[in-house]
Protein backbone atom coordinates (compact mmCIF):
# COMPACT_ATOMS: atom_id res chain seq x y z
CA UNK A 1 0.00 0.00 0.00
CA UNK A 2 2.82 2.30 0.72
CA UNK A 3 4.53 1.65 -2.87
CA UNK A 4 1.23 2.81 -4.10
CA UNK A 5 1.44 6.15 -2.22
CA UNK A 6 4.76 6.51 -3.10
CA UNK A 7 3.75 6.16 -6.89
CA UNK A 8 1.11 8.32 -6.37
CA UNK A 9 2.75 10.99 -5.38
CA UNK A 10 5.80 10.41 -7.87
CA UNK A 11 3.23 10.85 -10.52
CA UNK A 12 1.84 14.07 -8.65
CA UNK A 13 5.17 15.45 -8.33
CA UNK A 14 6.00 14.71 -12.35
CA UNK A 15 3.01 16.09 -13.10
CA UNK A 16 3.54 19.38 -11.46
CA UNK A 17 6.55 19.94 -12.56
CA UNK A 18 5.83 19.69 -16.28
CA UNK A 19 2.91 21.92 -15.33
CA UNK A 20 5.67 24.67 -14.27
CA UNK A 21 7.61 23.82 -17.50
CA UNK A 22 4.34 24.57 -19.54
CA UNK A 23 3.33 27.54 -17.79
CA UNK A 24 7.26 28.75 -18.49
CA UNK A 25 6.64 28.05 -22.34
CA UNK A 26 3.50 29.37 -22.32
CA UNK A 27 4.57 32.42 -21.10
CA UNK A 28 7.37 32.89 -23.67
CA UNK A 29 5.53 31.60 -26.34
CA UNK A 30 2.60 34.34 -25.79
CA UNK A 31 5.05 37.06 -25.33
CA UNK A 32 6.56 35.79 -29.05
CA UNK A 33 3.06 35.91 -30.78
CA UNK A 34 2.84 39.82 -29.04
CA UNK A 35 6.47 40.61 -30.16
CA UNK A 36 4.63 39.19 -33.82
CA UNK A 37 1.65 41.39 -33.85
CA UNK A 38 3.61 44.42 -32.52
CA UNK A 39 6.06 44.41 -35.39
CA UNK A 40 3.51 43.49 -37.70
CA UNK A 41 2.04 47.04 -37.08
CA UNK A 42 5.09 48.95 -36.73
CA UNK A 43 5.59 47.83 -40.53
CA UNK A 44 2.43 48.22 -41.84
CA UNK A 45 2.60 51.85 -40.36
CA UNK A 46 5.80 52.47 -42.41
CA UNK A 47 4.42 51.17 -45.80
CA UNK A 48 1.55 53.61 -45.34
CA UNK A 49 4.65 56.33 -44.81
CA UNK A 50 6.99 54.71 -47.43
CA UNK A 51 6.28 53.12 -50.64
CA UNK A 52 9.11 50.74 -50.48
CA UNK A 53 9.39 46.51 -51.06
CA UNK A 54 13.20 46.40 -49.89
CA UNK A 55 12.57 44.59 -46.64
CA UNK A 56 9.66 42.21 -45.89
CA UNK A 57 7.04 42.74 -42.86
CA UNK A 58 8.65 40.59 -40.46
CA UNK A 59 11.96 38.71 -40.46
CA UNK A 60 10.45 35.37 -41.23
CA UNK A 61 13.78 33.35 -40.63
CA UNK A 62 14.34 33.97 -37.00
CA UNK A 63 10.54 34.45 -35.88
CA UNK A 64 9.08 31.65 -37.74
CA UNK A 65 12.06 29.11 -36.60
CA UNK A 66 11.23 30.72 -33.08
CA UNK A 67 7.98 29.94 -33.95
CA UNK A 68 8.25 26.18 -34.73
CA UNK A 69 10.83 25.27 -32.09
CA UNK A 70 8.88 26.67 -29.64
CA UNK A 71 5.57 24.68 -30.68
CA UNK A 72 7.31 21.89 -30.98
CA UNK A 73 8.61 21.99 -27.32
CA UNK A 74 5.07 22.47 -25.84
CA UNK A 75 3.40 19.80 -27.63
CA UNK A 76 5.98 17.38 -26.56
CA UNK A 77 5.42 18.91 -22.84
CA UNK A 78 1.57 18.50 -23.14
CA UNK A 79 2.28 15.05 -24.46
CA UNK A 80 3.89 13.98 -21.25
CA UNK A 81 1.59 16.13 -19.28
CA UNK A 82 -1.13 13.88 -20.70
CA UNK A 83 0.76 10.70 -20.15
CA UNK A 84 0.96 11.55 -16.74
CA UNK A 85 -2.82 12.26 -16.43
CA UNK A 86 -3.53 8.84 -18.14
CA UNK A 87 -1.28 6.74 -15.37
CA UNK A 88 -2.60 8.99 -12.46
CA UNK A 89 -6.48 8.05 -14.03
CA UNK A 90 -5.63 4.43 -14.13
CA UNK A 91 -4.35 4.23 -10.45
CA UNK A 92 -7.53 5.99 -9.49
CA UNK A 93 -9.46 3.35 -11.02
CA UNK A 94 -7.31 0.44 -9.65
CA UNK A 95 -7.70 2.21 -5.98
CA UNK A 96 -11.85 3.47 -6.35
CA UNK A 97 -12.61 -0.35 -6.85
CA UNK A 98 -10.95 -1.20 -3.05
CA UNK A 99 -11.49 1.78 -1.37
CA UNK A 100 -12.95 5.09 -2.55
CA UNK A 101 -11.21 8.54 -2.32
CA UNK A 102 -12.71 11.70 -2.99
CA UNK A 103 -9.66 13.69 -2.37
CA UNK A 104 -7.80 11.79 -4.75
CA UNK A 105 -10.20 12.33 -7.67
CA UNK A 106 -10.78 15.98 -7.04
CA UNK A 107 -6.60 15.80 -7.70
CA UNK A 108 -7.30 14.35 -10.60
CA UNK A 109 -9.74 16.65 -11.72
CA UNK A 110 -7.73 19.23 -10.96
CA UNK A 111 -4.73 17.96 -12.96
CA UNK A 112 -7.01 17.80 -16.10
CA UNK A 113 -8.20 20.76 -15.87
CA UNK A 114 -4.76 22.60 -15.81
CA UNK A 115 -3.97 20.22 -18.82
CA UNK A 116 -7.32 21.70 -21.13
CA UNK A 117 -6.52 24.95 -19.84
CA UNK A 118 -2.42 24.78 -21.13
CA UNK A 119 -3.80 23.08 -24.19
CA UNK A 120 -6.59 25.50 -25.40
CA UNK A 121 -4.07 28.71 -24.54
CA UNK A 122 -1.51 27.19 -26.80
CA UNK A 123 -3.70 26.55 -29.75
CA UNK A 124 -5.28 30.10 -29.34
CA UNK A 125 -1.53 31.49 -29.37
CA UNK A 126 -0.52 29.36 -32.25
CA UNK A 127 -3.40 29.94 -34.45
CA UNK A 128 -3.11 33.72 -34.13
CA UNK A 129 0.12 33.58 -34.64
CA UNK A 130 0.11 31.35 -37.82
CA UNK A 131 -2.84 33.36 -38.72
CA UNK A 132 -0.54 36.56 -39.01
CA UNK A 133 2.23 34.39 -40.55
CA UNK A 134 -0.78 33.97 -43.59
CA UNK A 135 -1.64 37.06 -43.36
CA UNK A 136 2.05 38.68 -44.11
CA UNK A 137 2.53 35.85 -47.18
CA UNK A 138 -0.69 37.09 -48.35
CA UNK A 139 0.28 41.06 -48.21
CA UNK A 140 4.08 40.63 -49.27
CA UNK A 141 2.52 38.03 -52.40
CA UNK A 142 0.18 40.83 -53.17
CA UNK A 143 2.73 43.36 -53.68
CA UNK A 144 4.98 41.42 -55.44
CA UNK A 145 2.18 40.72 -58.01
CA UNK A 146 1.62 44.49 -58.04
CA UNK A 147 4.96 45.40 -58.85
CA UNK A 148 4.96 43.02 -60.92
CA UNK A 149 1.54 43.93 -63.04
CA UNK A 150 2.85 47.30 -62.98
CA UNK A 151 6.58 46.82 -64.95
CA UNK A 152 4.58 44.32 -67.50
CA UNK A 153 1.82 44.21 -69.66
CA UNK A 154 -0.62 41.97 -71.23
CA UNK A 155 -2.97 39.40 -70.77
CA UNK A 156 -0.36 36.58 -69.94
CA UNK A 157 0.62 38.84 -66.91
CA UNK A 158 -2.62 39.64 -65.52
CA UNK A 159 -3.86 35.82 -66.06
CA UNK A 160 -0.73 34.72 -64.02
CA UNK A 161 -2.35 37.32 -61.15
CA UNK A 162 -5.40 35.77 -60.91
CA UNK A 163 -4.21 32.38 -60.50
CA UNK A 164 -2.06 33.74 -57.33
CA UNK A 165 -4.95 35.50 -55.98
CA UNK A 166 -6.95 32.04 -56.45
CA UNK A 167 -4.03 30.35 -54.58
CA UNK A 168 -4.42 33.35 -52.06
CA UNK A 169 -7.86 32.56 -51.28
CA UNK A 170 -7.15 28.53 -50.85
CA UNK A 171 -4.64 29.04 -48.47
CA UNK A 172 -7.05 31.19 -46.22
CA UNK A 173 -9.93 28.56 -46.70
CA UNK A 174 -7.28 26.01 -45.52
CA UNK A 175 -6.44 28.02 -42.33
CA UNK A 176 -10.26 28.10 -41.85
CA UNK A 177 -10.88 24.49 -42.17
CA UNK A 178 -7.49 23.91 -40.07
CA UNK A 179 -8.95 25.74 -37.15
CA UNK A 180 -12.28 24.00 -37.35
CA UNK A 181 -10.31 20.84 -37.29
CA UNK A 182 -8.88 22.15 -34.01
CA UNK A 183 -12.25 23.35 -32.45
CA UNK A 184 -13.69 19.75 -33.69
CA UNK A 185 -10.67 17.96 -31.22
CA UNK A 186 -11.51 20.04 -28.53
CA UNK A 187 -14.91 19.15 -28.32
CA UNK A 188 -13.91 15.21 -29.11
CA UNK A 189 -11.36 15.11 -25.63
CA UNK A 190 -14.37 17.06 -23.66
CA UNK A 191 -17.15 14.90 -24.47
CA UNK A 192 -14.28 11.79 -23.74
CA UNK A 193 -13.24 13.21 -20.49
CA UNK A 194 -17.50 13.43 -20.02
CA UNK A 195 -17.66 9.83 -20.29
CA UNK A 196 -14.52 8.90 -18.09
CA UNK A 197 -15.88 11.32 -15.27
CA UNK A 198 -19.51 9.65 -15.88
CA UNK A 199 -17.75 6.26 -15.18
CA UNK A 200 -16.38 7.15 -12.25
CA UNK A 201 -19.32 8.52 -10.25
CA UNK A 202 -20.87 4.67 -11.58
CA UNK A 203 -18.54 2.91 -9.80
CA UNK A 204 -18.48 4.89 -6.73
CA UNK A 205 -22.49 4.85 -6.24
CA UNK A 206 -22.11 1.09 -6.73
CA UNK A 207 -20.10 0.73 -4.19
CA UNK A 208 -21.67 2.41 -2.02
CA UNK A 209 -24.59 1.02 -2.44
CA UNK A 210 -22.78 -2.37 -1.48
CA UNK A 211 -22.79 -1.22 1.96
CA UNK A 212 -26.86 -0.24 2.91
CA UNK A 213 -25.64 -1.12 6.50
CA UNK A 214 -23.65 2.21 6.59
CA UNK A 215 -26.13 4.41 5.23
CA UNK A 216 -28.70 3.18 7.58
CA UNK A 217 -26.34 3.60 10.64
CA UNK A 218 -25.08 7.38 8.85
CA UNK A 219 -29.35 7.90 8.89
CA UNK A 220 -29.57 7.11 12.04
CA UNK A 221 -27.02 9.30 13.74
CA UNK A 222 -28.13 12.45 11.68
CA UNK A 223 -31.87 11.77 13.56
CA UNK A 224 -29.80 11.61 16.83
CA UNK A 225 -27.79 14.74 16.09
CA UNK A 226 -30.98 16.21 15.03
CA UNK A 227 -32.76 14.98 18.14
CA UNK A 228 -30.06 16.25 20.64
CA UNK A 229 -30.33 19.84 19.07
CA UNK A 230 -33.73 19.93 19.56
CA UNK A 231 -33.24 18.64 23.70
CA UNK A 232 -30.20 21.18 24.07
CA UNK A 233 -32.06 24.05 22.34
CA UNK A 234 -35.27 23.41 24.63
CA UNK A 235 -33.31 23.20 27.91
CA UNK A 236 -31.63 26.78 26.76
CA UNK A 237 -34.78 27.99 26.54
CA UNK A 238 -36.29 27.21 29.55
CA UNK A 239 -33.05 28.57 31.59
CA UNK A 240 -33.58 32.06 29.35
CA UNK A 241 -37.43 32.27 30.81
CA UNK A 242 -36.41 31.54 34.22
CA UNK A 243 -33.74 33.90 33.93
CA UNK A 244 -36.36 36.65 32.87
CA UNK A 245 -39.05 35.72 35.26
CA UNK A 246 -35.49 35.56 38.00
CA UNK A 247 -35.18 39.33 36.62
CA UNK A 248 -38.78 40.89 37.00
CA UNK A 249 -39.35 39.56 39.85
Given at each position: MADMGNHWEDLRKQAR???????LKLVSFSKLGTS?????????A???GKDSDSSPLLNKSSSEHMFDTMGMEIEQLLARLTETNDKMAEYSQSISLTAPNAALLHTLQRHRDILQDYSHEFQKTKANIAALQEREDLLG???????????SSGLNRRTELYLKEHEHIRNSERLVDEQISIAMATKENLQAQKGFLGTISQKVNAISNRFPV????MQRINIRKRRDSIILGGVIASCIILLLLYAFH
Open positions: QLENELDYTQREFTSSKEKSVRRDINAYKNINSL
